[in-house]
């Protein structure tokens, strides 16, 4: 799936739902991630894989920083 694939309803969600995912990495727990969000959010540059595991991408972190402001 590319970026342009994606409708921007989706990108919102997956905007919104970027925080809880955080949460999710930092208390290693990224196995109730869903397998199509992390695909989704690593086509947006949002997560990456680094070693066999999942962190965000200084776009994310930014993504989620803005997200936690509202």
């Given amino acids: ?3 342009a694939l ?3 309803l989706r990108r919102d969600a997956l905007r919104v739902e970027l925080p ?3 949460d999710l990495l930092h ?3 990224a196995g ?3 397998a199509v969000v992390i695909d989704e ?3 947006l540059s ?3 894989w680094s070693g066999g595991s999942l962190r965000l991408t200084a776009t994310g ?3 989620c920083r803005q997200q936690l402001l509202k």
Avoid: D, F, P, Q
């Fill in 1 to 3: 799936m590319s970026k």
């Fill in 46 to 48: 949002w997560l990456e």
């Fill in 41 to 43: 959010l690593v086509e």
């Fill in 61 to 63: 972190t930014n993504i």
């Fill in 27 to 29: 208390l290693k727990r």
């Fill in 20 to 22: 809880h995912v955080a």
């Fill in 6 to 8: 994606l409708s921007t």
């Fill in 32 to 34: 109730e991630i869903g």
